[in-house]
């Protein structure tokens, strides 16, 4: 089993630049591996795919092939055609409220997500709502920040067709009982979206096994190249819904009027794919499973215990998390009192530590939790205790100085 | 760390923590919003002009230190100022962070505005110093 230590040694950023990344949330730093094989697809089979009788666009129409088949493997997807690459889960969610959405739902039908979603979630299918007439309703939490049975047997009715669910959350760090709630929305007829963009950088995901009926993620928070995301979708819905973007490679025949489109996964790819991103992409996925998520987890659990037990004994420092670390991942929001995140974060990025501060894209959960923004610490598993040390101390830093002006007032 | 208290500056600190011109205003002519969508600082400027004299001004709002500060700052600054003088002086303060050349006569005009001159060093956070001056600015624009 190779250390953080050893696993950082992958990760040229920290050969430059002598900082604690704790924004992994965020994006991910990239493996050499992963810049390796963009600058190999780059040299040896860079051509458009589809498009050319020539040798090497055949082959970049092979590395897309494969990319599909690699991430269709690591979902446990039963087909190819089930992954549709965008450039994000953004993308992703974006495509599903248009094709599946404004063509399923309707006036008087309900929309369910949980107030944990992501603005890309909760934007797209808003929109939905209000061009269909239909309700958007939230799953809301218990104190420990956690969505439980009551609120899942409550929200999801006969009338809920579509419910959208984070696996975790990127600002709370709760991991959420999607499982629950795919069963209960399956029992009432409705289609579930599960966004993983927070989970896959720290556990597999079995699409079968889950019976998500889509999936969609940020493949650049999980290793990958930045403008790499995918859609999973289970074959027999993807196949029912119209097209998301027109345009290239996604027809078979266009006349002047009309236009037959071509069947998945073309369907929803429009236009020339980021082939060596998702090249990339496979890269990202080999580099994980090599490491194995058995190792990453035991790395990050152990960062993030020691992260919560420090953070903890700072008496200025309010925590949003639950202490139930089984129902936790990764991701820790925080905020000190008396100063403001940006102040925090600038203060700390003086000290070479990276963090987020804000409202994380989640607005409607920072109202719903009374607070305006949040310091968020994001962990990877190439992360150290002296990362967190370092964050420890200038926190420390932070405070002393607000209190120094704070005192002199008096 | 002297990059620290080159910006978190004493004037900075003081103002974020005791801000002199944060409270309603009675008898208001105008107010103004500003919002800064990523960070969620959240102003809104509570004027009072008199023919063409800004006679009062004050804000309430929620933000960080550098942005709580810069519209306190720019309040007593501009307090007694023509509608044209303070527009000027706005200006010649997005043009200092902007890093753009000002006279020393301009730079009088700030007052203790200057004290955001470095805040560029920290383009992540200009946007919190500049909130307040481009807020009122599009007001006295309107008018």
Redesign the interface.
């Known amino acids: 089993m190779k250390t953080n230590y050893e696993l950082r040694k992958d990760f040229s950023i920290f050969e430059n630049e002598n900082i604690a990344y704790l924004d992994n949330a965020a994006t991910s730093q990239k493996p050499k591996c992963v810049l390796d094989a963009l600058e190999k697809f780059y040299k040896k089979y860079n051509a458009n795919p589809h498009r050319g009788a020539y040798n090497l666009s055949i082959k970049a129409t092979e590395v897309l092939n494969k990319s599909r088949h690699r991430v269709a493997e690591f979902l446990n997807a039963r087909f190819d055609e089930e992954i549709i690459f965008t450039k994000n889960a953004t993308e992703s969610l974006n495509l599903l409220a248009y094709s599946y959405g404004m063509d399923n739902i309707k006036s008087g039908d309900e929309i369910v997500l949980s107030i944990m979603e992501h603005h890309s979630m909760i934007v797209p299918f808003q929109k939905v709502a209000q061009a269909k007439n239909a309700t958007l309703k939230y799953m809301y939490l218990n104190d420990d920040y956690q969505i439980d049975d009551k609120e899942i047997e409550s929200k999801i009715t006969g009338k809920t067709k579509i419910v959208g669910i984070v696996s975790v959350s990127n600002v709370l760090g709760t991991i959420t009982n999607y499982k629950k709630i795919i069963e209960k929305a399956h029992s009432v007829g409705a289609v579930v979206i599960v966004d993983i963009s927070q989970s896959i950088a720290h556990k597999p995901f079995d699409v079968q096994d889950a019976d998500a009926d889509f999936v969609v993620f940020s493949a650049h928070k999980m290793y990958a190249p930045l403008g790499t995301g995918v859609l999973y979708g289970k074959k027999e819905l993807l196949e029912k819904m119209s097209p998301f973007m027109m345009g290239g490679d996604m027809i078979e025949y266009v006349y002047e009027q009309s236009t037959s489109f071509a069947p998945l996964p073309n369907k929803f790819e429009a236009g020339t794919q980021n082939v060596a991103g998702i090249y990339g992409l496979c890269s990202a996925i080999d580099y994980l499973q090599n490491i194995g998520y058995d190792t990453i987890y035991k790395i990050e659990s152990s960062l993030t215990e020691y992260l919560l037990k420090k953070l903890k004994e700072l008496p200025f420092v309010k925590l949003y998390c639950t202490d139930n670390l089984s129902q936790h991942e990764a991701v820790v929001s925080f905020n000190i009192d008396g ?5 925090v974060a ?2 700390l ?3 070479g530590v990276c963090i987020r ?3 994380h894209c989640a607005q409607p959960l920072l109202r719903y939790l009374g607070v ?2 949040t310091c968020r610490v994001s962990i990877s598993f190439y992360n150290t205790k002296e990362d967190i040390d370092k964050l420890i101390k200038a926190l420390k830093k932070v405070y002393e ?2 209190m120094k ?2 005192n ?2 008096r | ?1 002297d ?2 208290e080159e ?2 500056s ?1 004037i900075i ?2 103002r974020s ?2 801000a002199y011109h944060k409270h309603e205003l009675e008898n208001e002519t105008c107010s103004a919003h500003g919002y800064n969508p ?5 102003i809104t400027l509570h004027i009072k002009l008199c023919d063409d004299k800004i006679e009062d001004m004050s804000f309430t709002g ?5 942005s709580q500060s810069s519209t306190d700052i720019m309040a007593e600054v501009l307090k007694g100022k023509t509608v044209a003088e303070a527009k000027e002086i706005a200006d010649i303060f997005v043009a200092m962070i902007d890093r753009k050349p000002i006279t020393d006569q301009q730079k009088k005009l700030l007052k203790d505005a200057v004290a955001f001159q470095n805040i560029s060093n ?1 383009p ?2 200009v946007k ?1 110093a500049i909130l307040a001056w481009k807020t009122l600015k599009n007001k006295l624009d309107e008018l």
């Not at chain 1, 100063?339 to 102040?343: C, I, N």
């Open positions: 100063v403001h995140p940006h102040d600038s203060i990025d003086m000290q501060a804000g409202n305006d923004s100085m607000f002006f704070k002199n007032q | 760390m990059q620290i910006i978190y004493n600190m003081e923590m005791q990523n960070c969620g600082d959240d929620s933000g960080c230190a550098i920290m992540a956070r919190c």
